[in-house]
C-alpha cells in the first residue's frame, strides 16, 4: 500500500483539487460521490476546509512549486459526512486508513470511501452512498431558455435560501 499524505487546502490552494476531480468525474457522470460543484458550493463559507491526499512519494520536496505528488483523492467534511472521491487507480485503502482520523466513530459517516465497521445509522435520512465510475449510458443536457425558470424552481425547492437565480 503507497503511503499518501493529506492536506487541508486553504480556498486558494483549491484549483489543484478541482483539476483533479473535474478529471475523475466527468460532467455526464451519475450522481453520487463528489464533485466540483460541490467544492465550489462549500468554499461559500469562510471556515471551509478541503482535504487532498496524494501520493506520498512525490511529497516533502524543497520548492513545493515542483513538488509532483500526485493527487489521489479529494474530500471534505459536510456536516457529519465525509464526501470524498478518489482517482480511478486511487489505493482506497491508504486513503481510508488516513482518512479515519477525520471521523468520529458512531457518529460520523463516510461517503466515497469503503471504511470498515462503518455503515449508515438506519434512522438517517441522507442517503450516503459510494460511486465508483461506471460507463455512463445517458448525457446530460444543457437547459435552454425556455427551461430556465423550472430549473430555477427546483433548485431552490432542492436548497432553501438559495440565491441561484
Known amino acids: 500500500m503507497p ?9 486558494f490552494d483549491t ?3 478541482l483539476r483533479a476531480l473535474s478529471v475523475w468525474t466527468p460532467a455526464d457522470a451519475p450522481a453520487g ?30 520548492d513545493p512549486r ?3 505528488a500526485a493527487p489521489v483523492a479529494v474530500g471534505f467534511l459536510d456536516g457529519r459526512v465525509l464526501r470524498v472521491t478518489a482517482a480511478p487507480d486511487a489505493d482506497l485503502e491508504a486513503v481510508t486508513a488516513d482518512a479515519q482520523e477525520l ?8 461517503d466515497g470511501l469503503p471504511v470498515p465497521g462503518w455503515h449508515p445509522h438506519p434512522a438517517e435520512t441522507r442517503l450516503v452512498l459510494s460511486w465508483t465510475p461506471q460507463p455512463v449510458t445517458t448525457r446530460a443536457a444543457p437547459v435552454g431558455e425556455p427551461d430556465a425558470a ?16
Open 3 to 11: 503511503p499518501v499524505v493529506r492536506r487541508a487546502l486553504s480556498r
Open 15 to 17: 484549483p489543484r483539487a
Open 33 to 62: 460521490g463528489l464533485h466540483p460543484g460541490d467544492v465550489g458550493w462549500l468554499l461559500r463559507h469562510a471556515d471551509a476546509t478541503v482535504h487532498l491526499w496524494a501520493d506520498a512519494r512525490g511529497a516533502g520536496r524543497p
Open 66 to 68: 515542483h513538488n509532483a
Open 103 to 110: 471521523l468520529v466513530p458512531g457518529i460520523d459517516r463516510s
Open 150 to 165: 423550472d430549473r430555477v424552481l427546483i433548485h431552490r425547492s432542492a436548497f432553501p435560501g438559495s440565491k441561484f437565480a
